[in-house]
């Protein structure tokens, strides 16, 4: 697995397919980025802010991010799905996607208060989980389990694809917080919220191709 190729990749889809992604996915993150303004504007940089917006997290998250995966395997086959049937699709999984969230945040969180490196191992090998849910059909421990085996011997390159991939990601997001101000206009707010929410579905991509070159074929095909 090389990284550079692997990065490669999925900015060529992303860019190719980046309307079809966002009239996928944008609506959802523009209606989560709104209820987390509506939240922090009622109980400002609070604890209970924080709670609120992991909750959102966890409503919002796998409907979009489960129908981009779907989308991402449906175009690795040559197929054109309905956005709409996409999300139906992605509905009924959200029960088991969501647990799936919360056991890999407390596996994640326990290991990072393990002194941070625990927290970064466990979260690189349950990178494929997400992936093995939505298009395995596993319930979310095995999916965790199967997501382990499919990282050995891989877990440097995908900590790799994983970094370089979110770096600009967060420089972006800190770049474009940092030039509308500490108290911008709700409206702007929401569009760099949004904007930045958008971006992060980059990784997913990149998570994505790294699937799919661990994985046994017909699944390791290229996305067209």
Known sequence: ???LSVLQDSLYFFRRHLLSIAKLCLPLIVIETLLAQAIYAQFGSQTRTLAYGMLLGLVFYPLYSGALIL???ARSQGEEPRKRDLLAMSLRLWPSFALL????????VAGCALFILP???VMVNLVFAEYLLVLRGLQPLPAMRQSFELCKGHFWQILVCMIVAMIPLWLIDALTRSLIGEEPELWLELLVGSFNGFLTLFSTLVSFRMFMLVTEPPLARDPS
């Open 1 to 3: 697995m090389n990284p």
């Open 119 to 121: 927290g970064i191992w």
């Open 71 to 73: 989308y991402l395997d």
């Open 101 to 108: 969230m919360i056991v890999c945040l407390l596996l994640i």
